[in-house]
């Protein structure tokens, strides 16, 4: 007989650190935006990395919940746009990415080399969010003249409503 190994099915060591990666930039994105930003910012990557470990989409969503009020709150406390648009795209990637490591996670196993198939997807995933944040970037810049900032700050939440409805 042929020994047959138990799968194991918690989310992939590469999405994991791709997710952890892009959760990192986005903290020290928001960093440079207010204190209570950069610490909401933390506390979404606590919840992320906890989610991948328990390998639970309820704490993923969780943490994905809280980057999305850190942004709200650097945002509404008037950080730079660059910084918003930066933390947005690298959080709304860390969330996509963990997800992403939970179903591969989930179907094939941790044991399985999935690396190029995660890249692959993170990558896509960075592409279409950076031609989101080129459209936002343009329409900022052109609306800073005069304009308030919420004004940009309500775009990039319709950008991260729009991420989150095509990802479900």
Do not use: C, K
């Not at 933390?87 to 179907?107: M, Q």
């Not at 690396?115 to 896509?124: C, M, Q, S």
């Not at 800073?144 to 479900?168: N, W």
């Amino acid at each position: 007989m042929v020994p047959v190994s138990e799968i194991t099915r918690l989310p992939t060591r590469t999405g994991t650190a791709i997710a952890l990666s892009a959760a990192g930039l986005a903290t020290l994105a928001l960093a440079f935006t207010t204190a209570s930003a950069a610490v909401a910012g933390l506390v979404g990557t606590v919840f992320l990395a906890a989610g991948l470990t328990r390998g639970s989409r309820r704490i993923l969503d969780t943490a994905g919940t809280v980057f999305f009020l850190a942004l709200l709150v650097a945002g509404v406390t008037g950080a730079g746009l660059e910084a918003l648009l930066i933390g947005g795209v690298a959080s709304i990637l860390a969330w996509d990415t963990a997800e992403n490591a939970l179903s591969v996670g989930e179907h094939l196993g941790r044991e399985t080399d999935t690396t190029r198939l995660e890249i692959v997807h993170a990558a896509t995933t960075l592409l279409v969010l950076t031609v989101g944040v080129a459209v936002v970037y343009a329409l900022g810049s052109v609306a800073s003249g005069g304009q308030p900032v919420a004004a940009v700050v309500l775009l990039l939440v319709g950008v991260v409503a729009l991420v989150a409805a095509v990802r479900r």
